[in-house]
T-cell receptor, first 117, second 114 residues
């Protein structure tokens, strides 16, 4: 079946630095990628939606200059957390739409645990 | 506002016992409804989904869910739980048709005692 590889699974970075998270669709073309974050004991909250070759659409309240999303190809999307701060520590997860799949045929990555110290 | 509520943060059942995980939603119209499961270190896997038609839907791994419009609920059930079912379960809703964003509940963590 469809697989989305998300890396890294865990990352610790110093406050003020930037961190890049990658999501790759291994055996399908992902026309749309969704990026979520999840705080402990809370829902997955959608941060942004990206379509291949176009700018991402950010949800209200998400800083687009802080969370840079690039979806330059049909198999790769990246989320860069710029100038990370401790409050950015969270679980980030991507979800890709397989262009061949039926409605809501989404495949999720395994997530990235970001800790900013 | 659109929202999904999973009232039970944590549930513990004995292996072989039946299971019901609750999900209630608030939405303008009848949304598409989903249940996902997440094991530690893994991505979310779709268990089942409801778009329309028969309100009792069957999914993978022996799970089923029942849509009740009057109660705005979509509870997940399994008649006999296996130890491998221990995981986090998420209920989600999406706008009907096409490919739209999902709104997730907070999740229910299931523990299974031998």
């Amino acid at each position: 079946g469809a697989v989305v590889s998300q890396h890294p699974s865990r990352v610790i970075c110093k406050s003020g630095t930037s961190v890049k998270i990658e999501c790759r669709s291994l055996d399908f073309q992902a026309t749309t990628m969704f990026w979520y974050r999840q705080f402990p004991k809370q829902s997955l909250m959608l941060m942004a939606t990206s379509n291949e070759g176009s700018k991402a659409t950010y949800e209200q309240g998400v800083e687009k200059d802080k969370f840079l999303i690039n979806h330059a190809s049909l198999t790769l999307s990246t989320l860069t957390v710029t100038s990370a701060h401790p409050e950015d520590s969270s679980f980030y997860i991507c979800s890709a739409r397989d262009r061949r799949a039926s409605s809501y045929g989404y495949t999720f990555g395994s997530g990235t645990r970001l800790t900013v110290v | 506002a659109q929202s999904v509520t999973q009232p039970d943060i944590h549930i513990t059942v004995s292996e072989g016992a039946s299971l019901e995980l609750r999900c209630n939603y608030s939405y303008g119209a009848t949304p598409y409804l989903f249940w996902y499961v997440q094991s530690p270190g893994q991505g979310l896997q779709l268990l089942l989904k409801y778009f329309s038609g028969d309100t009792l839907v069957q999914g993978i791994k022996g799970f089923e869910a029942e849509f009740k419009r009057s109660q705005s609920s979509f509870n997940l059930r399994k008649p006999s739980v296996h130890w491998s079912d221990a995981a986090e379960y998420f209920c989600a809703v999406g706008a009907p048709g096409g490919y739209n964003k999902l709104i997730f509940g907070a999740g229910t963590r299931l523990a299974v005692h031998p």
